[in-house]
């Protein structure tokens, strides 16, 4: 056991510090702040102060993201299949035979001087051209024929049976067609000595009583029916039975049908003005470029030309009036007098005439129109008129809309009074000519009806373009309520 004293040992004395000197405080801390390491931290808080202040002034909004793990892709877009026929489809009645199959097998007796077998040959586009050799390229040559320019009836009907566009259940239609050999019916009658007013309406008017009996044509009362009428708008226009042509436009029933016709009335909504067929007849994308490339750096050696005959029964004749015209101009017009069968199918002079002219004169036919219109910008030849119904206000649907940009206007009265058409025609540019020469060039497509049956790839023809423009027409019908019954 451990003792206890009886006296504990005294408390250590502790020295108490001496109070720091203010003086010497302040020099150690002037020390510290100016040591290298004070500086770098007092900038490093500083900066940070001043990064804090910055980003609370900006105005952000406050996000809350998802966690990634939370993240989806979202599914790609997948893309609806065009619809390629997005205004509209077809249904092709099938009539009856009398109204266009035996017309066609009957072809011996619809001219009373000779048989129109071989203008109505390879579906309507005629026997193949011959003696064109050195005039077209080689190798597009086998897309030339002898087309008459009465058939637009048959190429239609031939291609819309087999357009993509084309419905097999009316039901399923927006648009009707209706394939009567209208043209060629009235045509058999026209110059006979013994036809009589009933021999010419009788087929159009078998047509009507048949059609007029389907449940689609009284649901609409002909809105949405449409028929190419292979003549021009006069032949089926007649008032009294002593006139010529048939009445078929203006029988009960063809009111409100849209008509495909080679020469319109431009006072009738319901006539559409389509190109005469021409010779040539492309069988590709390819051959349609080829053509374009070939008139546009053809070299031509004659300012300007003109094909056509007199017409000694008529007064004051313009036609012949241009042939003596051309003929004075020698230098500069070449001409090609058709009088006679000299022009008939089955030639290239005038193909050769325009190809080889700057300019075309085309004064009105035994109409307004004529088909040499055609044959001219096809060759890119830029069209003189001397009417403006011959053109202009025919084929809005086919020709440029600034008439000043293909082609150009002389008033035939001041021809007639002196007007030289050469000094005129000499009076624009080299730069203007090949502007407007392009600009038919351009066009070309559009005056001529492809080969192919189903269309050429992808280059839209004549018949493209009014078939679009017949279903645009009645797209609009339905959605404007632009109907009277």
């Given at each position: 056991?451990?003792?206890?004293?009886?006296?504990?040992?005294?408390?250590?004395?502790?020295?108490?510090?001496?109070?720091?000197?203010p003086?010497?405080?302040?020099?150690?801390?002037?020390?510290?702040?100016?040591?290298?390491?004070?500086?770098?931290?007092?900038?490093?808080?500083a900066?940070?102060v001043?990064?804090?202040?910055?980003?609370?002034?900006?105005?952000?909004?406050?996000?809350?993201?998802?966690?990634?793990?939370?993240?989806?892709?979202?599914?790609?877009?997948?893309?609806?299949?065009?619809?390629?026929?997005?205004?509209?489809?077809?249904?092709?009645?099938?009539?009856?035979?009398?109204?266009?199959?035996?017309?066609?097998?009957?072809?011996d007796?619809?001219?009373?001087?000779?048989?129109?077998c071989?203008?109505?040959?390879?579906?309507?586009?005629?026997?193949?051209?011959?003696?064109?050799?050195?005039?077209?390229?080689?190798?597009?040559?086998?897309?030339?024929?002898?087309?008459?320019?009465?058939?637009?009836?048959?190429?239609?009907?031939?291609?819309?049976?087999?357009?993509?566009?084309?419905?097999?259940?009316?039901?399923?239609?927006?648009?009707?067609?209706?394939?009567?050999?209208?043209?060629?019916?009235?045509?058999?009658?026209?110059?006979?000595?013994?036809?009589?007013?009933?021999?010419?309406?009788?087929?159009?008017e078998?047509?009507?009583?048949?059609?007029?009996?389907?449940q689609?044509?009284?649901?609409?009362?002909?809105?949405?029916?449409?028929?190419?009428?292979?003549?021009?708008?006069?032949d089926?226009?007649?008032?009294?039975?002593?006139?010529?042509?048939?009445?078929?436009?203006?029988?009960?029933?063809?009111?409100?049908?849209?008509?495909?016709?080679?020469?319109?009335?431009?006072?009738?909504?319901f006539?559409?003005?389509?190109?005469?067929?021409?010779?040539?007849?492309?069988?590709?994308?390819?051959?349609?470029?080829?053509?374009?490339?070939?008139?546009?750096?053809?070299?031509?050696t004659?300012?300007f030309?003109?094909?056509?005959?007199?017409?000694?029964?008529i007064?004051?004749?313009?036609?012949?009036?241009?042939?003596?015209?051309?003929?004075?101009?020698?230098?500069?017009?070449?001409?090609?007098?058709?009088?006679?069968?000299?022009?008939s199918?089955?030639?290239?002079?005038?193909?050769?005439?325009?190809?080889?002219?700057?300019?075309c004169?085309?004064?009105?036919?035994?109409?307004?129109?004529?088909?040499?219109?055609?044959?001219?910008?096809?060759?890119?030849?830029?069209?003189?008129?001397?009417?403006?119904?011959?053109?202009?206000?025919?084929?809005?649907?086919?020709?440029?809309g600034?008439?000043?940009?293909?082609?150009?206007?002389?008033?035939?009265?001041?021809?007639?009074?002196g007007?030289?058409?050469?000094?005129?025609?000499?009076?624009?540019?080299?730069?203007?000519?090949?502007?407007?020469?392009?600009?038919?060039?351009?066009?070309?497509?559009?005056?001529?009806?492809?080969?192919?049956?189903?269309?050429?790839?992808?280059?839209?023809?004549?018949?493209?373009?009014?078939?679009?423009?017949?279903?645009?027409?009645?797209?609009?019908h339905?959605e404007?309520?632009?109907?009277?019954?």
């Amino acid at each position: 056991m451990l003792s206890i004293s009886e006296h504990p040992s005294k408390e250590p004395q502790l020295k108490r510090p001496k109070s720091p000197d203010p003086l010497n405080s302040f020099n150690s801390l002037l020390q510290l702040i100016h040591h290298p390491r004070t500086c770098l931290l007092f900038a490093i808080l500083a900066l940070q102060v001043l990064l804090l202040f910055t980003l609370r002034s900006l105005p952000f909004s406050r996000q809350h993201f998802s966690p990634p793990n939370s993240l989806k892709p979202e599914p790609l877009p997948v893309p609806e299949p065009e619809d390629r026929c997005g205004s509209g489809r077809v249904f092709v009645y099938d009539l009856p035979k009398t109204l266009n199959q035996e017309i066609l097998q009957n072809c011996d007796d619809l001219n009373p001087w000779s048989s129109r077998c071989k203008a109505l040959a390879n579906e309507g586009l005629g026997q193949q051209a011959t003696g064109i050799a050195g005039v077209v390229p080689e190798n597009l040559a086998p897309a030339w024929y002898w087309t008459d320019q009465f058939v637009s009836e048959v190429i239609f009907h031939n291609r819309i049976l087999n357009h993509k566009c084309r419905v097999m259940e009316p039901e399923s239609a927006t648009a009707f067609y209706i394939p009567f050999y209208a043209g060629l019916a009235v045509g058999k009658y026209l110059w006979s000595n013994s036809s009589t007013a009933q021999d010419r309406d009788r087929h159009c008017e078998m047509m009507l009583r048949w059609v007029q009996d389907q449940q689609y044509y009284k649901r609409s009362e002909g809105w949405d029916h449409f028929i190419t009428m292979g003549r021009i708008t006069w032949d089926f226009r007649r008032s009294n039975d002593q006139d010529w042509g048939s009445r078929c436009i203006y029988l009960p029933g063809m009111r409100n049908i849209t008509r495909l016709l080679i020469e319109r009335n431009p006072w009738d909504y319901f006539d559409v003005g389509v190109p005469y067929p021409t010779g040539f007849h492309p069988r590709s994308d390819s051959d349609v470029a080829e053509w374009q490339s070939f008139v546009r750096t053809r070299n031509r050696t004659k300012l300007f030309c003109f094909a056509g005959a007199k017409r000694g029964a008529i007064k004051n004749d313009f036609r012949g009036l241009l042939l003596s015209h051309c003929e004075s101009e020698s230098e500069s017009c070449r001409v090609v007098d058709c009088s006679g069968t000299k022009c008939s199918n089955g030639t290239s002079a005038i193909l050769e005439t325009f190809l080889d002219s700057d300019f075309c004169l085309q004064p009105r036919g035994d109409s307004f129109t004529r088909r040499s219109i055609f044959d001219c910008m096809v060759a890119g030849s830029i069209p003189v008129f001397f009417w403006k119904r011959t053109a202009y206000i025919q084929y809005e649907w086919f020709l440029p809309g600034e008439p000043e940009s293909y082609s150009v206007y002389i008033d035939r009265n001041a021809v007639t009074n002196g007007t030289s058409i050469k000094n005129v025609l000499q009076g624009f540019s080299r730069e203007e000519v090949e502007k407007m020469r392009g600009k038919v060039i351009d066009y070309i497509p559009k005056f001529l009806y492809a080969k192919p049956q189903e269309g050429l790839e992808s280059v839209k023809d004549a018949f493209d373009i009014a078939l679009e423009g017949v279903l645009r027409r009645f797209k609009e019908h339905d959605e404007w309520g632009f109907r009277w019954k």
